[in-house]
């Protein structure tokens, strides 16, 4: 049996366990994963190679240079992690001793494979990896465990950079809680808005880079949450310095200030994987979940008779049921929706009683009669349960859809201002009590969409949609009463129309949402996810003048809905061939899955939909899905070098063509147009480069997956690793910035070091 080091050292990329039972080893993160995956490929070959009476010559020096090849790889990797050491104090220690035992295991390996100038390489002169296999999987494991370690452990300054930028931010909140003049306010606001774009860059580039779907989506509404409340921060204080004895505006500000520390509060306890408390958080199950877990017990008795107890069951049908009460109870689900819940429940019961009974029978008695007999039970069992989720489904989407379609007119909303405006406090207070009316509309809608999500990741993103409305929707009243009592304000007008503002765009956000949510539910998309970590361009500076951001019309929006329509096919496509590939954590399946990603939100722009909200946002992500794009075409280099056949000239041209492609992509993107035309034609050019990227990525995906399984299924060859580029090799004698530093000491001054290993095939 093939033995594999990876294995036995604990590191697992499809796991994030760690290395055995040291918790602090555990990998949270891809760049520290994807790192691990060359070298893991080729220890576990090395030492997967297959023993024959014969060995050629050419076996001999292949194995030679691998060894060699990983000795020099963990040597430059253990310099940097030297370095690493030495500017971070706090690590020397464990970083050294990881450093020394990486080094020391790279040397074992080098002399276990040294064999080439030998005439009989299993003599007992001399220990080799033929006579000496369980030295050569205890040096792998011990390569593989302090590599980790090293990885690790630079993770945490990474970590260290985002609580110290929280830390700064925090600071300056605090002072800007205190001023007292507009002078020092626009001061320290300057220092705060440059403070606020490095954290939302180091918090955009961690989001992405978290292997938890579930954490992504938890940083991604933390950051959400900071970029609006960082313009509403700027109006409630400007409209409190102004107004500094109104009660209403000093509530206003408070509200603000509060919700930016319980967000950056989150995004520490994402990145450091801890609760305040010390307890793990219990995010309450939702019916869609919950009835997929039931299935899968169910259906599971066709295997097993015995794994599960029949109370197991019932409790977990029960849950269930309960959860369908926060349907049935709500006083906005339809007459006929609650009929139709309450029927099927009953029938879930009556469906689970029947397959109990003949499950018990069944255990006593296996004949052929009960088994199909239990079999039935089954399926009538599922497919009430796939009828009870079809109908919550429908409750809670065309509740959804009525409550959008009527509030989309934002009639509460305009009536606040006017009257705000005119200083009728009579008038605002009756405003302010259908505000909160339908406040409760959309909490109770946001509640019921969880339920029916179908992903953690959504699930999550309807929990955060909850918060903001029942957040904002005090935050509006409190700003509209401060206009009531200051209606010539100009402050507290432009207050009150920043926090309207966020309103709208979370209303915006559920039409997404729903649609999303629609999409799992048929089917369409799956997991398929937007990017949502793009650090938006504009919304965080320091200037209190904001500028008007740029959207396409409706006329601009038709010009360029086929040029849209053709990019979300090709993105369709792209996700068919990725999920052809055995292989779901190949680099070049990554690179694709995300640039699809990217495409995909580019796609909902042209619609007007997304979190692509203005055309900067779309030439910022554009310039991110070029940046993919040579990321991808250097895996493609890599991957070249691994296969021998007759289509490989031809993968390195494609691969010189989307090189090519996406500098012109970066240049349309980063070009700089004025006037609403020039706009347009750049956005329209960066969607048609964009269209004929994913085309080729279409033509190029198959062709590698093809080149992957002949080479897998011909007889390979062990073949050498390349060299390693010495002008990667990065210390820190001249990272002078925090962002020459943050780059030089991280996991990328490491991964260098280790991503140039080629796949080796068994001999």
């Known amino acids: 049996m093939a033995t594999s080091p990876c294995s036995s050292s604990g590191v697992s990329s ?365 399926l009538k069992t599922c497919q009430c349960m796939n009828e009870l989720k079809r109908e919550v489904h429908s409750a809670a989407t065309s509740l959804a859809a009525d409550l959008l379609k009527y509030h989309t007119d934002h009639m509460v909303l305009k009536a606040l201002k006017i009257t705000g405006e005119e200083g009728n406090l009579e008038a605002v207070a009756e405003y302010t009590c259908k505000l909160s009316e339908q406040k409760e509309q959309l909490v109770e809608m946001c509640r019921l969409l969880r339920h029916v999500s179908g992903t953690e990741p959504l699930e999550i993103t309807c929990i955060h949609a909850e918060d903001t409305f029942q957040v904002t929707g005090p935050q509006i009243i409190s700003a509209a009463e401060t206009l009531a009592l200051h209606p010539s304000s100009k402050i507290a007008k432009e207050n009150l129309e920043v926090f309207c503002e966020a309103w709208e765009s979370q209303l915006s956000d559920m039409s997404m949402l729903l649609r999303e949510i629609n999409d799992v539910f048929e089917g369409r998309r799956g997991e398929k996810r937007v990017y949502l970590s793009l650090p938006r361009p504009g919304k965080h500076n320091a200037n209190l003048k904001a500028l008007k951001p740029v959207k396409l019309d409706t006329e601009e929006q038709a010009k360029i809905a086929k040029l849209g329509l053709e990019l979300h096919l090709l993105t369709s496509d792209m996700d068919s061939e990725t999920e052809k590939w055995e292989d779901q954590e190949n680099e070049i399946v990554q690179h694709g899955q995300g640039m699809s990603s990217m495409a995909y939100s580019m796609y909902l722009f042209t619609r007007g939909e997304g979190l692509l909200k203005t055309t900067q946002d779309l030439f910022h992500q554009a310039e991110i899905f070029a940046t993919e794009g040579t990321k991808l075409a250097s895996a493609l280099h890599a991957f070249s070098d691994q296969v021998h056949d007759d289509d490989k000239p031809l993968l390195l041209l494609e691969a010189e063509k989307l090189i090519s492609m996406c500098k012109q992509l970066q240049i349309t993107a980063k070009a700089s147009v004025q006037g609403k035309s020039a706009t347009f034609t750049k956005v329209d050019a960066c969607i048609l480069k964009t269209r004929n990227v994913m085309t080729l990525l279409c033509q190029l995906l198959p062709l590698c997956c093809k080149l992957l399984r002949k080479n897998k299924a011909g007889n390979g060859c062990l073949k050498p690793a390349p060299p390693w580029r010495e002008d990667r090799l990065r210390t820190g004698t001249n990272a002078h910035t925090p962002e020459r530093r943050a780059e030089t000491f991280g996991i990328k001054s490491l991964e260098n070091h280790v991503t140039n290993m080629t796949f080796l095939e068994s001999k």
């Open 14 to 378: 499809s796991s994030s366990s760690g290395l055995g039972a040291d918790a602090g080893l555990e990998i949270r993160t891809r760049s520290v994963e994807q790192t691990l995956v060359p070298l893991v490929s080729q220890i576990t070959t090395l030492i997967n190679h297959k023993d024959k009476p014969k060995r050629s010559d050419k076996t001999l020096q292949a194995i030679q240079r691998v060894g060699q090849a990983v000795n020099l790889a963990v040597g430059r990797f253990v310099t940097v992690g030297e370095a690493i050491a030495n500017e971070n104090h706090e690590l020397k220690k464990e970083m050294s001793v990881a450093c020394i035992e990486a080094r020391r295991a790279g040397e074992t390996i080098a002399q276990l494979t040294d064999v080439a100038s030998l005439d009989h390489p299993e003599s007992d002169s001399h220990i080799t990896i033929f006579t000496d296999k369980t030295g050569v999987v205890k040096a792998a494991r011990l390569l593989l465990s302090s590599v980790t370690k090293v990885l690790v452990l630079a993770d945490r300054i990474v970590i260290k950079q985002i609580i110290t930028s929280r830390n700064k931010v925090l600071a300056t909140m605090e002072q800007l809680e205190k001023v007292s003049s507009f002078q020092e306010f626009v001061q320290i606001f300057s220092q705060f808005g440059n403070e606020m774009v490095e954290f939302a860059h180091l918090t955009g580039d961690r989001q992405n880079d978290l292997k938890d779907e579930k954490k992504k989506a938890r940083m991604a509404a933390s950051r959400a949450v900071l970029e609006k409340c960082t313009m509403m921060l700027l109006t409630a204080s400007k409209t409190c310095l102004r107004h500094p004895d109104c009660e209403s505006a000093r509530i206003n500000k408070d509200g603000v200030f509060h919700r930016m520390r319980l967000a950056l509060e989150q995004v520490i306890e994402i990145v450091t994987d801890s609760r305040p408390t010390g307890e793990n958080e219990m995010a309450p199950i939702s019916i869609y979940s919950g009835i997929k877990e039931f299935k899968n017990k169910v259906e599971g008795l066709r295997e097993n008779l015995y794994f599960l107890s029949k109370e197991n069951l019932s409790t977990m049908l029960e849950v269930i049921l309960e959860h369908t009460e926060d349907f049935t109870d709500s006083a906005y689900t339809s007459h006929e929706h609650r009929e139709h819940i309450l029927e099927l429940s009953k029938q879930a019961k009556m469906e689970l009683e029947q397959l109990v009974s003949v499950w018990m029978q069944a255990q006593n008695q296996k004949t052929k009669d009960l088994m199909e007999d239990l079999e039935v039970a089954i």
